[in-house]
């Protein structure tokens, strides 16, 4: 009986020699990584320090939905872009461009583009958090830098979320007196029918805006990552 199919093999190049990577392995990569694009970028960048701030100014000033979340959220993401520029320059400088010109494999680029993205992590995060998830990772990393990922990541979010809490507590502390000085002076008059929080409010936003205060928050916001 004549054979109608004739087995084939199938290998997938994966970019391991320094041959230039083709136009599907192009494909598939850009498909993976804007899959996990939006994760990647709320793992690895200053965005989770930038929506609890502003978050928290938002909540300091009595305002429930005021700015809109999708306007935090969009001024967070251009903040996080605008911090991670001279990182993202240099991975695209040191790692991308050279595999997409095959001058280097997928591995080599790899390792490339981790140094910088390791050297901006680790700017951002505790010593305290980072030994902690080397211990939970069974890593024992003679210098930071030497530590792996699947480490460095959980402890950079745990310094997010300190660094964002401490920046929130100062931004309430100015907020929470002016609601105590209006408190009191209502108490003092004898108007307890009125919500202090609703005479406060034109205060708190008047001072806010005298001080310039989103410019303050977010410039605040920019410098602690430098």
Same mark, same amino acid.
């Given at each position: 009986?004549?054979?109608?199919?004739?087995?084939?093999?199938?290998?997938?190049?994966?970019?391991?020699?320094?041959?230039?990577?083709?136009?599907?392995?192009?494909?598939?990569?850009?498909?993976?990584?804007?899959?996990?694009?939006?994760?990647?970028?709320?793992?690895?960048?200053?965005?989770?320090?930038?929506?609890?701030?502003?978050?928290?100014?938002?909540?300091?000033?009595?305002?429930?939905?005021?700015?809109?979340?999708?306007?935090?959220?969009?001024?967070?993401?251009?903040?996080?872009?605008? /911090?991670?520029?001279? &990182? %993202?320059?240099? @991975?695209?400088?040191?790692? +991308?461009? #050279?595999? $997409?010109?095959?001058?280097?494999?997928?591995?080599?680029?790899?390792?490339?583009?981790?140094?910088?993205?390791?050297?901006?992590?680790?700017?951002?995060?505790?010593?305290?958090?980072?030994?902690?998830?080397?211990?939970?990772?069974?890593?024992?990393?003679?210098?930071?830098?030497?530590?792996?990922?699947?480490?460095?990541?959980?402890?950079?979010?745990?310094?997010?979320?300190?660094?964002?809490?401490?920046?929130?507590?100062?931004?309430?502390?100015?907020?929470?007196?002016?609601?105590? /000085?209006?408190?009191? &002076? %209502?108490?003092? @008059?004898?108007?307890?029918? +009125?919500? #202090?929080? $609703?005479?406060?409010?034109?205060?708190?936003?008047?001072?806010?805006?005298?001080?310039?205060?989103?410019?303050?928050?977010?410039?605040?916001?920019?410098?602690?990552?430098?």
């Amino acid at each position: 009986m004549p054979t109608l199919f004739a087995a084939s093999s199938v290998t997938l190049n994966f970019g391991n020699s320094l041959a230039k990577p083709t136009s599907s392995l192009l494909i598939l990569l850009t498909v993976t990584v804007l899959s996990v694009a939006p994760s990647l970028f709320i793992l690895l960048t200053g965005f989770v320090r930038i929506t609890i701030v502003l978050g928290l100014t938002r909540q300091a000033l009595g305002l429930q939905t005021t700015p809109p979340n999708q306007v935090i959220a969009g001024l967070a993401l251009f903040l996080s872009l605008f /911090i991670m520029t001279p &990182t %993202l320059s240099a @991975m695209n400088h040191d790692a +991308l461009q #050279p595999y $997409l010109h095959g001058r280097i494999n997928a591995g080599q680029a790899f390792g490339k583009a981790e140094v910088p993205l390791k050297t901006w992590l680790l700017k951002q995060t505790g010593t305290d958090e980072l030994n902690m998830t080397d211990k939970f990772a069974g890593a024992s990393p003679a210098q930071p830098a030497e530590a792996p990922l699947q480490a460095i990541i959980p402890a950079f979010l745990l310094s997010q979320l300190k660094s964002a809490f401490i920046i929130g507590f100062v931004i309430f502390v100015p907020f929470l007196i002016i609601d105590l /000085i209006v408190s009191a &002076t %209502l108490m003092s @008059m004898g108007i307890v029918m +009125l919500p #202090p929080t $609703l005479v406060s409010l034109p205060f708190k936003l008047l001072l806010f805006v005298l001080v310039n205060g989103w410019s303050l928050v977010v410039g605040s916001l920019v410098t602690s990552f430098r």
